[in-house]
């Protein structure tokens, strides 16, 4: 019985979905994904509530980190973007192809980057060096 219901929840490229972000780092986008999908297809959710979860899930971390963040409105079309890709990746799993094991790669490396939702100004509002190097480091 467990395994079917794990099975049932294993999203394709990600594995288990998680209901919050963990750990004491900058969120990536693979987590941010995951906590989408746990608001998405666990607790039913809209597309547009789902991310709107999923960002604010991550928001204390950058500003723990004291980075300004952009509106919260271009980050959730950001979550949004990141879904419709996995989407198309989904769709399209079942081809033997190079180039869908291509975009396969590239999508799994691009899910291990942090997502970035550092305001585009971020460096010139930071006042403190020590933040400012924090930032161009990730």
């Not at 297809?41 to 204390?60: C, D, H, M, N």
């Amino acid at each position: 019985m467990s395994a079917a219901t794990r099975q049932k929840y294993s999203l394709y490229l990600l594995g288990a979905s998680e209901s919050e972000i963990r750990g004491s780092k900058l969120p990536s986008n693979s987590q941010i994904l995951k906590v989408f999908f746990y608001y998405h297809v666990i607790l039913k959710q809209t597309i547009r509530k789902a991310s709107t979860a999923a960002v604010e899930a991550a928001i204390p971390f950058w500003k723990q980190a004291r980075i300004p963040i952009r509106a919260k409105k271009h980050l959730i079309t950001k979550v949004e973007k990141l879904h419709e890709k996995w989407k198309t990746l989904k769709k399209t799993r079942n081809r033997q192809e190079k180039k869908q094991r291509y975009d396969e790669a590239n999508f799994l490396k691009y899910l291990d980057n942090l997502i970035d939702m550092a305001a585009q100004d971020a460096l010139q509002v930071m006042k403190i060096e020590e933040d400012k190097q924090f930032l161009l480091a990730q």
